[in-house]
Protein backbone atom coordinates (compact mmCIF):
# COMPACT_ATOMS: atom_id res chain seq x y z
CA UNK A 1 0.00 0.00 0.00
CA UNK A 2 0.83 3.46 -0.59
CA UNK A 3 0.26 6.62 0.69
CA UNK A 4 0.46 9.81 -1.17
CA UNK A 5 -1.15 13.70 -1.12
CA UNK A 6 -3.51 14.84 -3.79
CA UNK A 7 -1.15 17.00 -4.76
CA UNK A 8 1.52 13.90 -5.89
CA UNK A 9 -1.28 12.22 -7.25
CA UNK A 10 -2.63 15.30 -9.43
CA UNK A 11 1.29 15.57 -10.44
CA UNK A 12 2.02 12.26 -11.66
CA UNK A 13 -1.66 10.62 -12.36
CA UNK A 14 -0.33 8.01 -14.35
CA UNK A 15 1.71 6.28 -12.50
CA UNK A 16 -0.53 5.63 -9.58
CA UNK A 17 -3.53 4.71 -12.00
CA UNK A 18 -0.03 2.07 -13.10
CA UNK A 19 0.22 1.07 -9.53
CA UNK A 20 -3.18 1.08 -8.26
CA UNK A 21 -3.48 -2.20 -11.02
CA UNK A 22 -1.25 -4.08 -8.65
CA UNK A 23 -1.76 -2.15 -5.09
CA UNK A 24 -3.97 -0.21 -3.04
CA UNK A 25 -3.26 3.58 -3.59
CA UNK A 26 -4.73 5.90 -0.38
CA UNK A 27 -4.73 9.64 -1.01
CA UNK A 28 -4.74 11.89 1.81
CA UNK A 29 -6.61 14.81 1.12
CA UNK A 30 -5.85 17.86 3.58
CA UNK A 31 -6.19 16.51 7.38
CA UNK A 32 -10.19 14.69 6.80
CA UNK A 33 -10.63 13.02 4.14
CA UNK A 34 -8.84 10.04 2.81
CA UNK A 35 -9.95 8.48 -0.19
CA UNK A 36 -8.48 4.89 -1.89
CA UNK A 37 -7.68 3.98 -5.84
CA UNK A 38 -7.66 0.23 -6.84
CA UNK A 39 -8.25 -1.44 -10.10
CA UNK A 40 -11.81 -2.61 -9.58
CA UNK A 41 -11.27 -6.17 -9.24
CA UNK A 42 -9.20 -5.91 -6.41
CA UNK A 43 -12.03 -4.54 -4.59
CA UNK A 44 -14.39 -7.27 -2.72
CA UNK A 45 -18.13 -7.36 -2.96
CA UNK A 46 -19.07 -6.42 0.46
CA UNK A 47 -21.68 -4.38 2.01
CA UNK A 48 -21.58 -0.80 3.25
CA UNK A 49 -21.43 -1.48 7.20
CA UNK A 50 -20.37 -0.02 10.62
CA UNK A 51 -17.43 -2.80 9.77
CA UNK A 52 -16.50 -0.64 7.04
CA UNK A 53 -14.30 3.13 7.40
CA UNK A 54 -16.78 5.63 6.70
CA UNK A 55 -14.71 6.90 3.64
CA UNK A 56 -15.22 3.81 1.85
CA UNK A 57 -18.31 4.60 0.05
CA UNK A 58 -16.57 7.58 -1.72
CA UNK A 59 -13.51 5.37 -3.34
CA UNK A 60 -13.61 5.28 -7.11
CA UNK A 61 -12.20 2.93 -9.83
CA UNK A 62 -9.06 3.96 -11.76
CA UNK A 63 -11.61 4.31 -14.82
CA UNK A 64 -14.04 6.66 -12.67
CA UNK A 65 -10.83 8.72 -11.80
CA UNK A 66 -9.60 8.89 -15.09
CA UNK A 67 -12.84 10.18 -16.27
CA UNK A 68 -12.79 12.81 -13.91
CA UNK A 69 -9.04 13.53 -13.81
CA UNK A 70 -9.82 14.09 -17.78
CA UNK A 71 -12.99 16.32 -17.23
CA UNK A 72 -11.73 18.49 -14.43
CA UNK A 73 -8.50 19.62 -17.15
CA UNK A 74 -11.23 20.13 -19.80
CA UNK A 75 -12.92 22.80 -17.33
CA UNK A 76 -9.40 23.87 -16.35
CA UNK A 77 -8.39 24.52 -20.11
CA UNK A 78 -11.97 26.06 -20.56
CA UNK A 79 -11.73 28.58 -18.18
CA UNK A 80 -8.14 29.67 -18.87
CA UNK A 81 -9.37 30.29 -22.41
CA UNK A 82 -11.98 32.02 -21.32
CA UNK A 83 -10.17 34.31 -19.23
CA UNK A 84 -7.16 34.70 -22.53
CA UNK A 85 -10.16 36.31 -23.92
CA UNK A 86 -11.59 38.20 -21.96
CA UNK A 87 -7.90 40.33 -21.75
CA UNK A 88 -7.28 40.71 -25.31
CA UNK A 89 -10.74 42.41 -25.19
Not at 11 to 33: S, W
Amino acid sequence: MKVISSAELRNNMKKYLDLAGNETVVIQRGRDETFILQKKEFIPEIEISDEIPGDFHRAITVEEAKIRVQKGLREMFKRKREQEAKVQQ
